[in-house]
């Protein structure tokens, strides 16, 4: 399997070099070529399981020996507290698609649970060290935390804004065990933590007083972490067949919470391996910065930087759109690498109308406020008895906005108990500084289950309080980098 760089077409990787390097020399992502001679046969997957759906797509993507991919991917998903891995609930208007039954309650555990192993693949019969530079606007952090614990031949550093997580998400990074591990809240935001570690990859300098060690990502920059994601899209659409609810070939809707492009991105790839998809939906929050290029083609980050009740999509700066710029202008690197600059330089890109045609055809948009998020959690609750966190119901309250086609499917993102303030206000309309206590007062009224992940969280041991800087992430590296085993 070979990969391309998003902004130079002369850069080609194998599949084994893409997924430890995460990012290319040259700043660029990694794309699959010839992705689009890859399909799936629908047909054949009916009567197969979430782990053997999951193995005939990744094998399209990596060329590992095939029983090894398999035991990988069986250890990574038995780690769920469902063998559905990813179940679809119906409610009176979408089907919810809950990718919240991992380890820390949040959809990146689908992705983050699998990539320890691919790496372990990759590093196999060689002495290379890895060291994981991961940036969080909250639950990429945990997730990644929680997948690379005390792997071998890996390090693993985790960044996150200061007081721009939940609470929960906070106590679940802070609380993280292994002793290749180390937590660092940064002052900034969500965007400052992962535009200085896309520099710090390419920082040369700091790579050599590292040796050995070879920086990697578990963001969703890394190609091993997005080509999971796509597997939920057809485990969904196999299972609304298998329920009757839809007939094969039927076209259907996703509708996605997004702020780094990463997750809806993984849908239009399924797309492309043959998938039928209508329409690929883009819900934002209010740092909307994706909704405005969607629906414009352009796309200008210089604006507030908003603080909401969904912070994981608290984002500006969406890494995986150039992904899709790259392929919705037939690979063009060096068209992809000018936006990029402009980007870089001004905050700010415009795509050609070509483009822009084609964004409209695939994708719609919308967004919500925090009193409509509000609003849409405690609707949800008093009509359907289902509860959603804030990401999810941004989602929801979208996907009520748009004139859609024939079945939809929400992908809901984490579970309610992770934003216990938010979702506590909305539904019990109460607030309390002990998010535990409100955690125990939501169950006690909606009987929903709290993850076994938190229910003991605030008794765990605090094992990490280092706050920095933005500025001085490449020095804190250097230095916490010694105290790893």
């Known amino acids: ?47 197969k399981s979430y782990t053997e759906i999951a193995f005939k797509i ?51 555990d689908v992705a983050l649970t699998l990539l320890p192993y691919l790496i372990q693949l990759a590093l196999e019969g060689t002495n290379q060290e890895i060291l994981i530079l991961t940036a969080t606007s909250g639950d990429t952090g945990k997730a990644a935390l929680e997948g690379f614990k005390d792997v071998k ?42 535009t200085a570690v896309k520099n710090i990859f390419l920082d040369e300098e700091l790579q050599k007083k590292l040796g050995n060690k070879k920086f990697s990502s578990a963001n969703s920059i890394n190609i091993g972490r997005l080509t999971p994601q796509i597997v939920y899209y057809i485990v969904a659409y196999i299972d609304l067949v298998k329920n009757k609810k839809i007939s094969l070939g039927d076209k259907i809707n996703f509708v996605v919470p997004t702020g780094n492009f990463g997750d809806i991105l993984a849908g239009y790839y399924a797309k492309k391996l043959g998938l039928p998809i209508n329409k690929l939906v883009c819900a934002s929050n209010k740092n909307n910065v994706l909704y405005d290029f969607l629906t414009t083609g352009t796309y ?18 969406s890494s995986n759109l150039e992904r899709l710029l790259y392929d919705l202008s037939d690979s063009d690197d060096k068209y992809i690498k000018s936006l990029m600059e402009d980007l870089k330089k001004n905050g700010k890109y415009q795509v050609n109308n070509e483009i822009l045609t084609k964004l409209k055809e695939q994708f719609g948009s919308g967004y919500a406020s925090d009193k409509e998020t509000s609003d849409t959690i405690k609707k949800v609750w008093e009509e359907e008895k289902y509860l959603l966190d804030p990401h999810t119901a941004v989602a929801y309250k979208v996907m009520l906005e748009q004139n859609l086609e024939g079945t939809t499917v929400v992908l809901s993102t984490a579970s309610p108990y992770k934003f216990c303030t938010s979702v506590a206000n909305a539904v019990l309309n109460i607030e309390d500084e002990d998010e ?50």
Do not use: W
């Open 153 to 194: 031949q890996t390090e693993i550093i985790v960044f996150y804004p200061k007081g721009k997580v939940s609470k929960i998400q906070e106590l679940q990074m802070r609380t993280q065990e292994g002793k290749n591990a180390k937590v660092c809240a940064i002052e900034g935001n969500f965007d400052d933590a992962q």
């Open 1 to 47: 399997m070979k990969y391309r760089s998003t902004r130079d077409n002369n850069i080609i990787k194998d599949d084994k070099i893409a997924l430890l390097q995460g990012l290319s020399e040259d700043g660029g992502l990694f794309v699959l070529e010839n992705l689009d001679d890859k399909k799936i046969n629908l047909e054949n997957l009916i009567d």
């Open 300 to 317: 200008d980050r210089n604006r507030e930087f908003l603080k909401t009740i969904s912070p994981s999509m608290d984002i500006l700066i």
């Open 436 to 485: 535990f206590k409100l955690m125990e007062k939501l169950y006690e009224f909606t009987k929903v289950a709290i993850p076994e992940n938190l229910k003991n969280l605030s008794s765990k041991e605090i094992r990490h309080s280092d706050v920095i800087k933005k500025e001085d992430m490449a020095k804190y590296i250097l230095e916490a980098e010694k105290c790893l085993k």
């Open 58 to 108: 990744l094998k399209l993507f990596f060329s590992f020996d095939e029983d090894k991919l398999k035991t990988a991917i069986e250890k990574a998903y038995s780690k769920f507290s469902t063998s559905k891995v990813t179940p679809l609930v119906e409610l009176k208007n979408a089907h919810i698609l809950e990718l919240f039954h991992g380890p820390t309650s949040a959809f990146k």
